[in-house]
């Protein structure tokens, strides 16, 4: 939701702080699986893991990218 006062830049720089703090923690709390005291896993399961993160951060990084194109009008 965007607030009536606040501009489009101070709404992304709000959500995104936010969001992106959101999203390091639960990288932080995945690392507790790293724990082999704790979990058994291997390197298969680890491969598809970080496989599955960098697909998806590749995904929304072009989003970014291609949002700040032009677009074409008539």
């Given at each position: 939701?965007?607030?009536?006062?606040?501009?489009?830049?101070?709404?992304?720089?709000?959500?995104?702080?936010?969001?992106t703090?959101?999203?390091l923690?639960?990288?932080?709390?995945?690392?507790?699986?790293?724990?082999?005291?704790?979990?058994?896993?291997?390197?298969?399961?680890?491969r598809?893991?970080?496989?599955?993160?960098?697909?998806?951060?590749?995904?929304?990084?072009?989003?970014?990218?291609?949002?700040?194109?032009?677009?074409?009008?008539?």
């Amino acid at each position: 939701m965007v607030r009536t006062s606040e501009s489009k830049t101070e709404a992304f720089r709000r959500l995104a702080t936010k969001r992106t703090s959101a999203v390091l923690e639960r990288i932080r709390v995945l690392g507790h699986c790293a724990n082999p005291q704790l979990y058994e896993y291997s390197e298969e399961d680890v491969r598809k893991i970080f496989q599955a993160i960098e697909r998806e951060l590749r995904t929304i990084k072009a989003r970014f990218q291609n949002s700040s194109k032009a677009e074409f009008h008539l």
